[in-house]
């Protein structure tokens, strides 16, 4: 009997479901790459989580995070873009072509990867937020606002997400605190204008979490420092049982970054306006190279300047 391991080539891979890898997927596939996408765990990535959206063109009416992730996966299978369930574990970088491990064990070979892994959200790092995590503490209200119906909860941040997470929950809690470090917030005009006008949402401002507190139940409450180190510092307490996180995302390069560049926060660092890594036939789009905006619609736009940079290389070659 054969022993003999046959490792599957393949031209183009793409590493990532979010609107970076799906768009580089439709181009890729209309170029006849035969790209070959690998989804992650979060099929159709971080938008997924998103209830409605109604910035990405296209949609007049606007459309879920679901649906429109839904839409793109079609489209990008439409052209023959295989997809597959699976996580990379390890690459390899070192020559040519790259080698690429899904879930430990199978590797691949790829003459192009474009890695589209977007950005994990971020937690405050306290010792009683892993207590609860699951039990109380969550970093999407979408996901499992539907869990703290009629209760208290709060939200720390004061960006977009946080803005967008405190608006979703208003419609359901009986209460939301807006938990925001500065005495502003950061979020887009109109995001602050709706949070301010809710009438079930407390801003917190210049508050920061020093503790969560509960029961083997699950949380029942949050420590809250008011101005810390100042003369008029102040400590007090509320009583949530949902604390959401919404203080902004790590991206998710981990895997990579014995071979490529990133920058102190951990994002790849790509060539001038292009989506070109440091290592020949590696491009990166999406929030895993873009710390600054992050939108559906950019990493769908640096997804389609990754698929023509992979082709112009495989070109080349
Ligand atoms: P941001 O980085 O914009 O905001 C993060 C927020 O969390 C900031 O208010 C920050 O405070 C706060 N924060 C960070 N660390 C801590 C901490 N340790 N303790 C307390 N607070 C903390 O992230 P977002 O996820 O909100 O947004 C990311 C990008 O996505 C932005 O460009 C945003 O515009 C975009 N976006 C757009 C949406 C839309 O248009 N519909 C929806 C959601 C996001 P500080 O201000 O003090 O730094």
Redesign the pocket.
């Known amino acids: 009997m054969s022993t003999e391991n046959t490792i599957e080539r393949v031209k183009c891979l793409i590493i990532g479901s979010g609107p970076a890898g799906y768009t580089a997927a439709i181009y890729a596939a209309r170029a006849n790459l035969s790209p070959v996408l690998y989804t992650g765990l979060q099929m159709g990535g971080q938008l997924t989580t998103?209830t409605e959206?109604?910035?990405f063109p296209g949609y007049p009416e606007g459309v879920t995070g679901p649906v429109m992730m839904e839409d793109m996966r079609r489209q990008a299978e439409r052209f023959g873009t295989d997809i597959r369930f699976g996580i990379v574990t390890k690459v390899d970088f070192s020559g040519h072509p790259h080698k690429i491990t899904l879930d430990g064990e199978q590797t691949i070979e790829a003459n192009a990867v474009i890695i589209a892994t977007g950005a994990t959200a971020?937690y405050?790092g306290l010792p009683s937020e892993e207590q609860f995590r699951g039990a109380g503490v969550s970093a999407c209200a979408t996901c499992d606002g539907f869990f703290y119906r009629g209760k208290e909860v709060a939200v720390?941040?004061?960006?977009?997400?946080?803005c967008?997470e405190a608006l979703y929950l208003a419609g359901l809690c009986r209460k939301v605190y807006l938990?925001?470090?500065?005495n502003y917030?950061?979020?887009?005009k109109v995001m602050q204008q709706r949070v301010l006008a809710a009438p079930n949402i407390e801003v917190l401002f210049e508050h920061?979490?020093v503790e969560l507190f509960g029961s083997e139940m699950g949380l029942e409450g949050a420590r809250l420092v008011y101005r810390k180190g100042e003369a008029d510092e102040a400590f007090k307490e509320i009583r949530v049982d949902g604390f959401f996180l919404?203080?902004?995302?790590v991206p998710n390069t981990g895997v990579f970054k014995e071979f490529i560049r990133l920058d102190a926060e951990g994002y790849i660092v790509t060539e001038g306006t292009s989506t070109r890594t440091n290592v020949p036939g590696v491009f990166a789009a999406g929030d895993v190279m873009d710390p600054?905006?992050?939108?559906g619609i950019t990493s769908a736009g640096s997804g389609c300047k990754a698929a023509i940079d992979a082709e112009r290389y495989l070109a080349g070659l």
């Not at 917030?185 to 887009?188: G, H, I, Q, T, V």
């Open positions: 998103t959206v109604e910035n971020r405050l720390v941040g004061g960006g977009d997400t946080a967008e938990i925001v470090r500065k917030l950061r979020a887009s920061n979490t919404a203080i902004g995302h600054v905006y992050r939108q």
